[in-house]
C-alpha cells in the first residue's frame, strides 16, 4: 500500500492536486495541517481515495482533531501537525507520543522543512511544505517485506 504525505499546502490547492495525480498508486492521503480547505476540494476531484487530516496551527477554526493515528496491515502511524509537541524547538515530545502509543510511524509537518529518519524502530517523516513551486511532499510504502519512506520534489 502506498500512502501519500503532505502538509502546509496553506492554500495551494494546485501543488495538492499534482501531488495526488503524481502518486496515482497512492490509496490513502494524509495531511499534517496548515490546509484544511484544500482537502475538501480534492475529497471530491478523488473519491476512491481515503483522506486522513489533522488540525494545523493556521487552520483557523478548525473543529479536526490536533493528532491522528492509523492502523494499516499491522502498521501503526501517529500524525500531527506538530505545533502542540513544538517541533521547531526539536522532536523528542513528538517521539515520545508516538512511541507512548506504540506506532511504527511517526509524521509531523510544522516546519516547512522535510526530514526522513529511521531511529530505534521508528519511523520518522516530515513532507516538507507543499506550497510553492519548490515544495516536497512524502510516501509512504507497506508492504509484506517492510516500509519504505521517501521525500519527494514536486517540480
Known sequence: MRILVVSDTHGDEAALYDAIMQQPKAEVVIHLGDGERDVEAQKFRFPGKMFLQVRGNCDWGSSLPPIGEYLINGVRIFYTHGHVYQVKYGTYDFERAARERKANIALYGHTHR?????????????????????GTYGIIDITPQ??????????
Open 146 to 155: 517492510g516500509i519504505v519512506t521517501n521525500i519527494i520534489d514536486r517540480k
Open 114 to 134: 522535510s526530514e526522513e529518519v529511521y531511529r530505534d524502530g521508528l519511523y520518522i517523516l516530515n513532507p516538507g511544505s507543499l506550497h510553492g513551486s519548490y
